[in-house]
């Protein structure tokens, strides 16, 4: 190579090898962005279907992630539902949970040799975590929480309807037809019937978070505002 009129030895500015090297790089950038693609894609996978907040929510979305990479989803919704009606319905299971005079370390431990081979890993770590953190007390609306996303997931809608007197079938077939165009296309129901006499007659409907208020007590409170 000449340089102003003097002969160098060298054959070129870049190795000879050069385009073996930018091939490779070329190459890695490749598996990279591909690794990271899959990586994202199975993270959102696993992402809970519902953006919920909160400190119950935190620990409902973190379990939710875990069961759902353990290929677990359901059977640990089973299990915190377990738990919760336990909580409910044993003064002495729920004095365990709330007592505060209990260490932490030592409420971790007993919670492990309670749950270990009874449960899952995903629920047996949530419930030690929980001790450890002291908010065993926080089960349910953790549990609540988890069976929200669970839900979602499923494309359930949940409606519950509230009259003063118990409903017959042919009554709630009714109601619940003339539900129909309020629920998205293609979502599951799940219908409940509360009886409420305080309504005094009519209904009250809720879906999702809408709430339908039809009964006489809200009519007699509405005409009694207007009188006012």
Same mark, same amino acid.
């Given at each position: 190579?000449?340089?102003?009129?003097?002969?160098?030895?060298?054959?070129?500015?870049?190795?000879?090898?050069?385009? +073996?090297?930018?091939?490779?790089?070329?190459?890695?950038?490749?598996?990279?962005?591909?690794?990271?693609?899959?990586?994202?894609?199975?993270?959102?996978?696993?992402?809970?279907?519902? #953006?919920?907040?909160?400190?119950?929510?935190?620990?409902? +979305?973190?379990?939710?992630?875990?069961?759902?990479?353990?290929?677990?989803?359901?059977?640990?919704? *089973?299990?915190?539902?377990?738990?919760?009606?336990?909580?409910?319905?044993?003064?002495?299971?729920?004095?365990?949970?709330? +007592?505060?005079?209990?260490?932490?370390?030592?409420?971790?431990?007993?919670?492990?040799?309670?749950?270990?081979?009874?449960?899952?890993?995903?629920?047996?770590?949530?419930?030690?975590?929980?001790?450890? +953190?002291?908010?065993?007390?926080?089960?349910?609306?953790?549990? #609540?929480?988890?069976?929200?996303?669970?839900?979602?997931?499923?494309?359930?809608?949940?409606?519950?309807?509230?009259?003063?007197?118990?409903?017959?079938?042919?009554?709630?077939?009714?109601?619940?037809?003339?539900?129909?165009?309020?629920?998205?296309?293609? *979502?599951?129901?799940?219908?409940?019937?509360?009886? #409420?006499?305080?309504?005094?007659?009519?209904?009250?409907?809720?879906?999702?978070?809408?709430?339908? #208020?039809?009964?006489?007590?809200?009519?007699?409170?509405?005409?009694?505002?207007?009188?006012?």
């Amino acid at each position: 190579v000449v340089h102003g009129g003097t002969t160098c030895g060298c054959t070129g500015l870049f190795p000879s090898n050069t385009p +073996n090297m930018l091939s490779r790089a070329s190459l890695l950038r490749t598996a990279t962005s591909s690794v990271v693609r899959r990586a994202m894609a199975t993270e959102a996978a696993h992402r809970p279907p519902l #953006d919920i907040y909160g400190l119950n929510a935190r620990y409902a +979305n973190a379990t939710y992630v875990a069961a759902s990479k353990a290929g677990s989803l359901e059977k640990v919704e *089973a299990e915190l539902l377990a738990i919760k009606k336990s909580a409910e319905t044993s003064a002495e299971f729920a004095s365990f949970l709330e +007592n505060p005079l209990i260490g932490r370390d030592t409420k971790a431990k007993q919670v492990e040799e309670l749950l270990k081979g009874q449960t899952t890993t995903v629920t047996l770590n949530l419930m030690t975590v929980l001790a450890g +953190n002291a908010r065993l007390s926080s089960i349910a609306g953790i549990a #609540d929480s988890y069976v929200q996303q669970m839900k979602a997931k499923r494309g359930e809608v949940e409606a519950t309807i509230i009259s003063a007197d118990p409903l017959n079938k042919t009554q709630t077939a009714a109601v619940s037809e003339a539900m129909k165009g309020q629920f998205p296309a293609g *979502a599951k129901v799940v219908l409940k019937t509360e009886v #409420d006499p305080s309504i005094m007659g009519g209904l009250q409907i809720q879906i999702g978070d809408k709430f339908l #208020d039809l009964s006489v007590g809200s009519r007699i409170e509405e005409v009694g505002r207007t009188v006012v």
